[in-house]
């Protein structure tokens, strides 16, 4: 089974913890994007790596 890794690159520092309305609808949809991926076992991990730096 091929393996891939995605790292997407949040545009502000403190992204995951000052979502505006519009960008948790957005955040929503694309977990419920995934979702099934991760029902059938397609994929094993999915949601934010919160750093200091990067979140």
Request: proline fraction near 6%; avoid cysteine.
């Given at each position: 089974m091929p393996t891939f890794v995605l790292r997407l690159i949040a545009p502000r520092p403190n992204f995951a913890q000052t979502?505006?309305?519009?960008?948790?609808?957005?955040?929503?949809?694309?977990?419920?994007?995934?979702?099934?991926?991760?029902?059938?076992?397609?994929?094993?991990?999915?949601?934010?790596?919160?750093t200091d730096d990067d979140s």
């Open positions: 979502l505006t309305d519009s960008e948790r609808a957005i955040m929503g949809r694309h977990a419920a994007h995934w979702r099934p991926y991760l029902e059938r076992g397609d994929m094993v991990v999915f949601g934010p790596v919160l």
